[in-house]
């Protein structure tokens, strides 16, 4: 049962991470960091100790917010995008 948990979670952040892109929105790391970070945490904490639902919850929050800053740095260090093709004047 643990491996099926272990593998799922992987499953579900590996898709997670491949809906993200600079042509969709350019400044989506902060958002992509705090929802792996929570999955992440969550996953961690339950499988962590005795109390399972409480360890799941305080890993998601501690997650999404080392994921956020995470992303955060990661916005902050990308370029602005830059808009080519079409007509200019």
């Known amino acids: 049962m ?4 272990y593998l799922l979670s992987a499953t579900v952040i590996l898709l997670l991470s491949g809906c ?3 042509e969709a929105v350019p400044a ?3 958002q992509t960091g705090i929802a792996t970070g ?8 339950y499988n962590s100790g005795h109390h399972r ?5 305080l890993g998601a929050l501690a997650g999404a917010a080392v994921g956020g800053l995470v ?3 990661v916005d902050e260090s ?3 995008p830059v808009e080519t093709g079409g007509w200019h004047e």
């Open 20 to 22: 993200t892109g600079n």
């Open 53 to 57: 639902g409480t360890n799941a919850a």
């Open 78 to 80: 990308n370029p602005e």
């Open 2 to 5: 643990r491996h099926t948990v």
């Open 38 to 45: 929570a999955i992440a945490g969550s996953v961690i904490g």
């Open 28 to 30: 989506n790391a902060t």
């Open 71 to 73: 992303g955060n740095a």
